[in-house]
């Protein structure tokens, strides 16, 4: 088992540790009681883990108040659940000296941690992630939301959890292409902090793909040393923390268009590339990055361009993201015009354009005077999602 602490000074503990280890779910509960002690436990989980019977190994047979959100995923992902997980709560009369457990992935973590902070003017959330995202990436920093109808993440706050517990047998359940979309996040941090940890990853695809627990620690390691290190410095995204968004802008906006049929990580995929058009675009120096990523990222079977999305075998299922008919998607839209709207309405637009992270090198974001996230021209971004289009 392995422990990191992350540091996050604003809040009242002053920080919160984050554990790594191999079938720790069973007894957890027990280890939070310990932990965090006079607390009432209340579970979020959704209908997946309840399935794959993560809930039943958490609990041990114990009667735990649960919201399990259905169905799981990002359609769940709104006020209307974060309203009747809270109204579950109060019906089980607690009170401020509650702990909200959140077990599964980036839709109920996001949704618990947001429960917490306003359920009695706050109380604390401890993630328990059983997802590749999720455990690379959302279950740590505090970033708590929900979607509205038109964007994604659009109404949150930060809310810090006082402790993240992941356990990475419990990806073995996780279904393939849940599975290899939130490896994305990992390309992610490697690409904008570690270049060693990128070779790792590149040396590492097949036992990563048959998800041997060893490597996936160490994957989780990596993750959750960048990620705190990052939080540490800027909890509430005030400028560095924008760097976690490498690849998030123009993927929020893909992931938004397509209505969700294509998963975060398979868009954050999509927006890496983006990013390392605008890069070749505004003259960056080109140390043959763009291809190692998106090589890596082919290998892990991710998609790097929306065009062709859904007709090589990744990305979607049976549905051409291009031209969808209207039976398969009623409402998507993924078009350039819809794409640019989208843009402007990220939530680290300035005068409504967004700002882009990009790299300099491997490893190492691209700053100019003090700033983490670039201008980049409207036509250019035009530009370049008119040939992510193109297949
Ligand atoms: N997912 C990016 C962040 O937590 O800041």
Same mark, same amino acid.
């Given at each position: 088992m392995n422990e990191i602490q992350v540091k996050v000074p604003a809040t009242p503990e002053g920080g919160y540790p984050i554990v790594i280890g191999t079938?720790?779910? #069973?007894?957890l509960l027990e280890r939070i009681e310990r932990e965090i002690p006079n607390k009432a436990l209340f579970i979020v989980t959704d209908e997946s883990l309840a399935k794959a019977g993560h809930l039943a190994t958490l609990t041990g047979g114990r009667e735990v108040p649960s919201y399990v959100i259905r169905?799981? %995923?990002?359609? #769940?992902?709104h006020f209307g659940t974060l309203a009747a997980i809270l109204e579950a709560m109060e019906a089980h009369r607690l009170g401020r000296d509650t702990v909200v457990i959140g077990l599964g992935g980036g839709t109920v973590g996001d949704i618990a941690g947001f429960a917490a902070a306003v359920f009695k003017r706050g109380v604390p959330v401890v993630h328990i992630p059983t997802t590749t995202v999720a455990q690379a990436? #959302? #279950?740590?920093?505090g970033k708590t939301g929900v979607d509205s109808t038109q964007s994604k993440n659009a109404f949150g706050c930060f809310w810090h959890p006082a402790a993240v517990f992941i356990d990475t047998?419990?990806?073995?359940?996780?279904d393939e292409r849940q599975y290899r979309a939130g490896l994305a996040e990992s390309v992610k941090h490697a690409a904008i902090a570690n270049p060693e940890y990128f070779a790792f990853l590149e040396n590492h695809i097949d036992a990563i793909l048959r998800r041997d627990t060893d490597v996936l620690g160490t994957v989780a390691g990596y993750n959750c040393l960048i990620k705190a290190a990052v939080v540490e410095e800027d909890p509430t995204e005030k400028?560095?923390?924008?760097?976690?968004n490498y690849g998030h802008t123009v993927g929020h906006a893909v992931e938004s268009a397509s209505q969700y049929q294509l998963l975060h990580g398979e868009c954050v995929a999509i927006g890496m590339m983006a990013a390392g058009m605008l890069e070749r675009a505004m003259g960056l120096a080109d140390d043959g990055r763009m291809e190692r990523i998106e090589g890596l990222l082919k290998k892990l079977?991710?998609?790097?361009?929306?065009?062709?999305v859904g007709k090589d075998?990744? %990305?979607?299922?049976?549905?051409?993201?291009?031209?969808?008919t209207s039976e398969q998607i009623p409402t998507c839209d993924m078009n350039i015009e819809h794409l640019l709207n989208l843009l402007t309405m990220?939530?680290?637009?300035?005068g409504k354009w967004p700002r882009f992270v990009l790299?300099?090198?491997?490893g190492q974001v691209y700053c100019r005077d003090g700033q983490w996230a670039a201008e980049v021209r409207p036509e250019v971004v035009k530009e370049v999602v008119s040939d992510l289009l193109k297949k």
């Open positions: 079938g720790i779910l #069973s007894g169905p799981a %995923g990002e359609e #769940s992902k990436d #959302s #279950s740590i920093g047998a419990t990806l073995a359940t996780l400028n560095k923390r924008r760097i976690l079977g991710l998609p790097t361009r929306i065009g062709g075998g990744v %990305g979607i299922k049976k549905v051409d993201m291009v031209h969808p990220d939530k680290k637009a300035v790299l300099e090198r491997l």
